[in-house]
Structure formats: structure tokens, C-alpha cells
């Protein structure tokens, strides 16, 4: 038997091995390219590079598998029209899932969140702890790590408070009746314009918002420095109670007047 039978009498073993070969080179490449995502000069977030990374790989075996088939003398006609009914019938079953996919996608490529962000989504407010290509993790400010499918994540507003440079606090408080408003807002101004950590632009502004049943109900609006924001509003809360007690301006309890009619 010579070289050129054995040939002809192996050509489906030869197919087979070159296949494996084919595939084994692609799965090599798909480590390569992966490796060369991380190098490159890339302004992202580690995690971003890091599911660009395992996309490439992925496709790059895809790629690798669908070619050594080929090379084995498989049929990738009537294997695309099967591979194309079967992923109809996965995405009709798996909707929640291919839509968390895409909406990892979009969040990772356009940027809303990064790990470390202060955010609300949702209820959930906390620290973006990690973004997959399917969930996203918040730390709760009460300490719960919170997992979110992503595609929850962007069908709702995302409120990123790290992003903004600065917050405006919103503080309602109250004063008797019988005290003097004109005075209560000077007071209150003046706790403001002493904290260092309050805004002079824009300017703080102390306004009369309501008459309630036991109390005129003023509203301070101020804005501070979005990282020291619970603190600086604690803080002043605090002054300005302080600040109204030693005036003698009162902050009453809330109070009921009643009425008792005699019956004859």
C-alpha cells in the first residue's frame, strides 16, 4: 500500500485530527486576544476590561469551533438553520435572561455606574460593589449586598450621587406661632453662613413653606459637597436647634386645640 492509498483510505481520521488541531489553535488565539484586551491602553474600569475579555474569548472559540466542524466535513447549513430554531425557542424561554445580557452590555458600554459610585436604584441605595455582564451588586448602606439583574437596573432611573459635585440638603423645621419668624430665619442663616463645609454659591435660602396645625413650617435649602453631604446636614440640624433653644425660639410639639361644648 502506498502513501497515496493510505491517504484516500484515512481521509475522515486526517479531517478529525485536523479539526482538533484547528480548534486547539483557536482556543489558544482566544486566550492571546483576551490577554491583548487587558494591554491595551484602555480608559475603563477593571471590570469592564475584564467581561470585554471573556466576550472575545468566547467568540474567538465560537469561531474556532464552527471552523473545525467545517474541517470534519460537518454540514454548517443545516447546523445554522437547527442552531438558529433551538436559539428561537432558548430566547423565547430565556427572555429575562438574554434581556439582563443585553442590558449588561449597555450598561458596561455607556458608563452610568462604576464601582465605588454612591447610587439609587430602585429602593436600593448603597456602593456599586461589582458590574457583571448579568447582575449588578450594591452594598446597602445598612450592610446587605444586594444583587439587581441589570436588565432592572436600566429600565428605571439611576441616581448617581458620586457623580454630581455637590447636593442640596433639604431641611424642614418648625416654630411656634407665637415666635418671631423674621428672627428664627436670621438665626438659621447665620448657622449656615458659618458652616465652612455650606455653599456660598448657590446661596443658602430659609424659607416660610407652610402654616401648619402646631407650627410655622420653614424649609433651608443649602448645597455642600456631595461626599460630605449626610454629615454636613446632621451638623447643621443639630446647630440650628441648638441655635433657636438659646434665642428662646420654640420648637413646639405637636398640638391639638379641643374644644368642649356644654350640653343642657
Known amino acids: 500500500m502506498d502513501v497515496y ?35 491595551l491602553k484602555i480608559v475603563a474600569a477593571p471590570e469592564i476590561l475584564h467581561n470585554i475579555e471573556r466576550v472575545v474569548r468566547v467568540a474567538v472559540v465560537a469561531v474556532g469551533g464552527l471552523t473545525a466542524l467545517s474541517v470534519a466535513g460537518v454540514d454548517l447549513g443545516g447546523l445554522l438553520v437547527a442552531a438558529g430554531f433551538a436559539g428561537l425557542v432558548v430566547g423565547l424561554a430565556a427572555q429575562q435572561t438574554l434581556s439582563s445580557l443585553f442590558a449588561g452590555l449597555t450598561l458596561l458600554l455607556e458608563g452610568r455606574v462604576k464601582v465605588g459610585d454612591s447610587v439609587r436604584i430602585g429602593s436600593d441605595w448603597g456602593l456599586v460593589e461589582a458590574i457583571g455582564i448579568m447582575t449588578t451588586q450594591i452594598r446597602l448602606w445598612s450592610g446587605e449586598v444586594v444583587t439587581i439583574p441589570n436588565s432592572a437596573v436600566v429600565s428605571g432611573p439611576i441616581y448617581n450621587y458620586s457623580r454630581s459635585i455637590a447636593r442640596r440638603a433639604e431641611i424642614g423645621i418648625g416654630i411656634s406661632y407665637s415666635s418671631d419668624i423674621d428672627r428664627a430665619i436670621e438665626i438659621i442663616r447665620a448657622v449656615l453662613w458659618e458652616n465652612e463645609l455650606v455653599l456660598a454659591e448657590p446661596e443658602p435660602v430659609v424659607i416660610v413653606d407652610s402654616l401648619g396645625e402646631s407650627s410655622i413650617n420653614l424649609k ?13 446636614r446632621r451638623t447643621v440640624i443639630r ?15 405637636p398640638q391639638r386645640v379641643v374644644w368642649l361644648r356644654e350640653l343642657r
Open 5 to 39: 492509498e493510505w491517504l484516500a483510505g484515512n481521509v475522515p481520521v486526517l479531517r478529525y485530527v485536523l479539526a482538533v488541531v484547528v480548534f486547539a489553535i483557536f482556543f489558544y488565539l482566544s486566550k492571546v486576544a483576551a490577554k491583548q484586551v487587558s494591554k
Open 239 to 253: 446647630d440650628i436647634k441648638k441655635a433657636l433653644e438659646s434665642a428662646g425660639i420654640e420648637i413646639p410639639y
Open 220 to 232: 433651608i435649602l443649602f448645597w455642600t459637597p456631595s461626599q460630605e453631604f449626610w454629615t454636613v
